[in-house]
């Protein structure tokens, strides 16, 4: 898979300039006014990664394309997932997208809306990808709202469940007292005195049986 998406990079506009002043002459038409080079170069490049006529574009495809996502599998199983909408709908990654098209898409925390302005298939470099869509996205979280990854010491080893539980409380993921936090054992996953007193039991028995 990342084989065919290196193949299908593209960023920077490598035809002539025959090709790249139509492109340029119909950005200009569209955005009111002349465009300055660095832009019309960008308008070109994603012109030329355009489909070909009377053929369709994948909404999997065209959420990568874009740089929405980072990968077209992850671009499929976002949408299998129910995590991206075309106009307010859940799609399928097949779903043909069109110009004009409002698209909702939530990855990795954070939710990104765009309006799609123009069709390609093949991914481009960010300032390409830029004149693609309308961004209309609320604004990221800011960094101290997101919960900490957690940092370890170089050699301390593997995290303990008790760390595990630590992590994902401090994530929001379980609660105190709550499943996958020790339950009635409490969140430090110290033993109640009924398991101690099972787990001892058991030693002393078998000491006893000797």
């Known amino acids: 898979m990342a084989s065919e998406d290196a193949d299908e990079n593209v960023h920077g506009h490598t035809g002539g300039p025959d090709e790249a002043a139509p492109a340029a002459e119909r950005a200009e038409a569209a955005e009111g006014g002349p465009l300055d080079p660095k832009t019309a170069a960008a308008v070109a490049a994603a012109e030329a ?5 009377g053929e369709t574009v ?8 874009v740089r929405l996502i980072k990968t077209r599998s992850l671009g499929a199983t976002a949408c299998r997932g129910g995590h991206v909408h075309v106009n307010g709908e859940r799609v399928k990654p097949a779903y043909s ?3 004009g098209d ?5 990855h990795e925390g954070r939710e990104r809306v765009v309006i799609v302005k ?13 004149q693609c869509y309308i961004d209309n996205s609320p604004p990221p979280p800011p960094r101290d709202a997101v919960a900490p990854a957690g940092i370890r010491d ?4 593997r995290p303990t469940k008790r760390d595990r539980r630590e992590l994902e409380r401090l994530r929001g993921l379980g609660g105190l007292g709550g499943p996958g936090t ?11 005195p009924g398991r101690s007193g099972s787990t001892g039991g058991t030693g002393r028995a078998g000491g006893a049986g000797r």
């Open 49 to 53: 990664a355009g489909p070909g006529t």
């Open 58 to 65: 994948r909404i999997d495809s065209w959420i990568w394309a």
């Open 97 to 99: 997208v069109r110009v």
């Open 102 to 106: 409002e698209v909702r898409l939530r």
């Open 118 to 130: 123009r069709l390609i298939r093949k991914r481009v470099g960010a300032p390409v990808a830029a």
């Open 154 to 157: 170089r050699g301390a080893g």
């Open 182 to 192: 020790g339950g009635p054992q409490g969140p430090t996953g110290l033993a109640g």
